[in-house]
């Protein structure tokens, strides 16, 4: 999501490197007079991407939840920005009578600026508080699920959202040492568990956190709203890319695009036979993954797969 000369001037790279920058752009197969919807504008790297290959009469309008990333926005009248959740593209495109769109892309997950921004609270490696909103305007943070969530639905948490091998230990755990210990803030959150942990210290913590701010933003959610919006955004002809950082949301986006539904069997009648024709043909049969070289320069990379459909 992100290349130099921003508004401000600083270095974009710094905020987050765009992945499957070139794969993604070509999948979309920008036309020069299209109008495209950038879901995660984060660093801009993605989107100036494809402000590059669209014409005078080309249109972009760019979301981010994150009010940081408004200052990221270049200065190119083409580019509308909203600073929105991704799940009310279809509510802000119709406001601004954008519908249907050529293309939509979306990169989920988090940005390097938010795993490097201590205070944010969305990595195991600082010491800010238990936080992990992406939107700040909302409530709900990870402290309060930890302070106030019962065992039952701790373990559940921790066992859908992060697989973590003895999440219902882990659960026991928080709610008997909250009762004695802050959990507000990562150091603490981390030294109370630290008798529970399982195996390699940082992949049982990048497990856990994942679990919690997935919760705390609602990030499947999301997804399936913003997914079931698709078909009636998209022009005949176009194309949707998606790039995914794990196996969760991987699923959604995969079962999605082949046949329109969340679960892992096809939608059918009691007869066998499907109960709605696809209103999207997938592109990519296999992910796209990030290539030795991106590997290389960007190891945040590895776990990226990017799936394409086209609106038929």
């Known amino acids: ?91 802000f495109l119709r406001l601004h009578e954008a519908i249907p769109v050529d293309g939509i892309l979306a990169d989920l997950g988090v940005s390097s600026h938010q795993f ?23 409530a709900l943070t990870a402290f309060d699920i930890v302070s106030t969530w019962s065992e039952q639905r701790l373990h559940k948490l921790f066992e859908q959202y992060g697989e973590v091998t003895n999440a219902k230990t882990l659960a026991r755990t ?31 913590f990048a497990q856990v956190f994942q679990a919690l701010r997935i919760e705390v933003n609602d990030e499947l959610g999301a997804l399936k709203e913003m997914l079931q919006q698709v078909p009636g955004l998209l022009s005949i002809g176009g194309r949707i890319a998606i790039i995914t950082f794990h196996s969760l949301e991987d699923r959604i986006v995969k079962n999605f695009l ?38 290389r320069h960007n190891p945040r990379s590895r776990s990226a797969k990017l799936r394409v459909a086209q609106r038929i």
């Open 116 to 138: 490097d921004e201590g205070q944010r609270g969305f990595s195991f490696r600082f010491e800010g508080d238990m936080d992990m909103r992406m939107d700040r305007r909302q």
């Open 1 to 91: 999501m992100t290349t130099p000369n921003s508004q401000d001037g600083q270095d974009q790279h710094s905020y987050h490197l765009p992945v499957l920058l070139q794969e993604s752009l070509g999948a979309l197969a920008i036309r020069p007079d299209g109008v495209y919807a950038d879901l995660t504008f984060g660093g801009g790297g993605h989107s100036r991407g494809i402000l590059e290959r669209l014409g005078p009469k080309g249109k972009l309008f760019a979301f981010d939840q994150d009010s940081d990333a408004r200052r990221n926005l270049p200065e190119d009248p083409r580019i509308t920005f909203l600073p929105h959740n991704f799940r009310h593209v279809g509510r």
């Open 258 to 295: 082949k046949k329109g539904s969340f679960e892992d069997e096809d939608p059918s009648d009691p007869f066998g036979q499907s109960t709605a024709p696809p209103l999207l043909k997938v592109i990519t049969k296999k992910p796209v993954i990030p290539g030795e070289t991106e590997l």
């Open 174 to 204: 928080i709610v008997h040492v909250r009762h004695t210990v802050s959990l507000k803030t990562i150091p603490n959150f981390r030294t109370a568990l630290n008798s529970v942990v399982k195996g390699n210290p940082n992949k049982y």
